[in-house]
C-alpha cells in the first residue's frame, strides 16, 4: 500500500481519483461478505489517507461481497479477498 501511495503521488498521477471495491469469497452469509469487503476497501482507504497529499482523491471506497468473483478459482478461494483499485483523471 505504502507502494502505491507513493506512485498515486508520481507527477503522471497527481491528477488521478481513486475508487476502492472491496471483495470478499463466497464462503458464510453474502450480507455478512458484503460487510467485510467494504471493511477491507475501508483499511485500504486509510493506509493511501496516511500517505497522500489531497485524500479528496479517494472518491469511493464500497464493499461488493462475493458479487463479482474470479474466473478459475474456486467461489472459496482466498484470492476473491481483495481490494480492486482503480484510478482515473479527476477532471
Same mark, same amino acid.
Not at 485500504?44 to 489531497?54: C, P
Not at 468473483?69 to 481483495?82: C, N, V
Given at each position: 500500500?505504502?507502494?502505491?501511495?507513493?506512485?498515486?503521488?508520481?507527477?503522471?498521477?497527481?491528477?488521478?481519483?481513486?475508487?476502492?471495491?472491496?471483495?470478499?469469497?463466497?464462503?458464510? %452469509?453474502?450480507? &455478512?461478505?458484503?460487510?467485510?469487503?467494504?471493511?477491507?476497501?475501508?483499511?485500504?482507504? /486509510? =493506509? !493511501?489517507?496516511?500517505?497522500?497529499?489531497?485524500?479528496?482523491?479517494?472518491?469511493?471506497?464500497?464493499?461488493?461481497?462475493? %458479487?463479482?468473483? &474470479?474466473?478459475?478459482?474456486?467461489?472459496?478461494?482466498?484470492?476473491?479477498?481483495?481490494? /480492486? =483499485? !482503480?484510478?482515473?483523471?479527476?477532471?
Amino acid at each position: 500500500m505504502v507502494q502505491l501511495a507513493s506512485v498515486l503521488e508520481t507527477r503522471p498521477m497527481r491528477r488521478a481519483c481513486v475508487k476502492l471495491g472491496g471483495h470478499s469469497d463466497s464462503s458464510g %452469509a453474502a450480507e &455478512l461478505n458484503k460487510k467485510i469487503s467494504k471493511l477491507r476497501a475501508e483499511a485500504v482507504a /486509510a =493506509i !493511501l489517507k496516511g500517505k497522500m497529499d489531497d485524500v479528496t482523491r479517494i472518491q469511493a471506497v464500497e464493499g461488493v461481497g462475493e %458479487a463479482q468473483l &474470479l474466473e478459475g478459482f474456486s467461489a472459496s478461494s482466498p484470492y476473491h479477498r481483495r481490494v /480492486a =483499485i !482503480l484510478a482515473r483523471d479527476c477532471e
